[in-house]
Structure formats: C-alpha cells, structure tokens
C-alpha cells in the first residue's frame, strides 16, 4: 500500500507564537450524564502547550491550546481585555476565568482553569497573558504598535500642507 503525503494545514501558518507554557486544561460545566441536572463539575480538557499567538497580518492575539497526542484544539478565544484571570481556590499554580472559545467549532462562553507545574511558571503565564490583553486593548483602540519608519509623521505633514478651497477664499477676504 502506497500512501501519499498530505499537506495539513492547522490555521495557525500566519501566526507567531508569542509565548507557550506546558499545562492542564480544565472545563467547569455540565458532563454529559449530568445535561440539564445543573450540576456542574471541573473536567480535565487535557494536557498540552498553552500557547498565545499573534496574526501576522491583523495583529489580533489569541490563546490557543491543542491536546498533546491527537493535536485536537481544546481551547481557542481572543485575548479579550476584559477577561480577568483569578486564582484558583485552594492552588497557586493555577489560573481561572471565563472566556467565549471558539474550540469546538461554536462561539460558547466556557469556564476554563489552567494548571501549571509551579507557581513560578503560573506567575509568568499571568503576567505575558496580562501583557498582550494589554496589546489587544490598545489594537482594538486603534492604537496600533509605535510608527517606527514615520510614516504616520510624513503623512500628517502632507495632510497639514493642503487646504481646501474655503480655506483660501476666506485668507483672501481679509
């Protein structure tokens, strides 16, 4: 049997990784035995990088976790701003919040917690993911990264230098 090689293709190809953290992935909801119960309980999603990422052409960031062996997404939502990482109850090397992942192929709102192998490592995740929501903020804002080649300068100086018709009528009156 003669198998050929197929080119996959992830969906990250245009990203950077900006950071990545081994760890465990939690869920708190409903299993399947308990639907419409209300009982809800912290399920493992599975173990893998956490990784966040840049898209190289708009710049947006997401988190992303794929499961370590079967490569399967558990965990994909935008950096939000407002999403707000609290400590776990009982744990100092683990991270809870609420976000809207877009993991299994629908935009739902999900509880995650993330568990790391220290608290030093925990600390550091908390600190890069705080950063780039910060990113995210200001290029939702439209403050896009600093205008290092001046563009923005000579544009504005252009844009100084025009007038407009009413401009000059009115200079002429005076």
Same mark, same amino acid.
């Given at each position: 049997?003669?198998?050929?090689?197929?080119?996959?293709?992830?969906?990250?190809?245009?990203?950077?990784?900006?950071?990545? %953290? @081994?760890?465990?992935?939690?869920? %708190?909801? +409903?299993?399947?035995?308990?639907?419409?119960?209300?009982?809800?309980?912290? @399920?493992? &999603?599975?173990?893998?990088?956490?990784?966040?990422?840049?898209?190289?052409?708009?710049? &947006?960031? &997401? $988190?992303?976790? &794929?499961?370590?062996?079967?490569?399967?997404?558990?965990?994909?939502?935008?950096?939000?701003?407002?999403?707000?990482?609290? !400590?776990?109850?009982?744990?100092?090397? =683990?991270?809870?919040? =609420?976000?809207?992942? $877009?993991?299994?192929?629908?935009?739902? +709102?999900?509880?995650?917690?993330?568990?790391?192998?220290?608290?030093?490592?925990?600390?550091?995740?908390?600190?890069? %993911?705080?950063?780039?929501?910060?990113?995210?903020?200001? /290029?939702?804002? #439209?403050?896009?990264? !600093?205008?290092?080649? #001046?563009?923005?300068?000579?544009?504005?100086?252009? /844009?100084?230098?025009?007038?407009?018709?009413?401009?000059?009528?009115?200079?002429?009156?005076?």
């Amino acid at each position: 049997v003669k198998l050929e090689e197929v080119e996959v293709k992830s969906g990250e190809e245009d990203e950077e990784t900006l950071c990545s %953290y @081994r760890s465990k992935l939690f869920v %708190y909801g +409903e299993t399947l035995l308990d639907k419409g119960t209300g009982n809800k309980t912290w @399920r493992e &999603r599975g173990i893998g990088e956490a990784r966040i990422l840049r898209h190289n052409e708009h710049q &947006r960031i &997401r $988190f992303l976790m &794929r499961q370590e062996k079967t490569m399967k997404v558990i965990a994909n939502h935008a950096l939000d701003p407002r999403i707000k990482l609290e !400590p776990n109850a009982g744990s100092d090397r =683990s991270w809870v919040w =609420s976000a809207y992942d $877009f993991a299994e192929g629908e935009l739902e +709102e999900k509880v995650f917690a993330l568990r790391f192998a220290n608290s030093d490592i925990a600390t550091e995740f908390k600190d890069k %993911y705080e950063q780039y929501q910060k990113e995210m903020e200001s /290029l939702l804002a #439209g403050e896009d990264k !600093p205008d290092e080649s #001046g563009e923005a300068d000579e544009a504005a100086e252009a /844009l100084s230098g025009l007038k407009t018709s009413d401009d000059a009528d009115g200079e002429e009156e005076k």
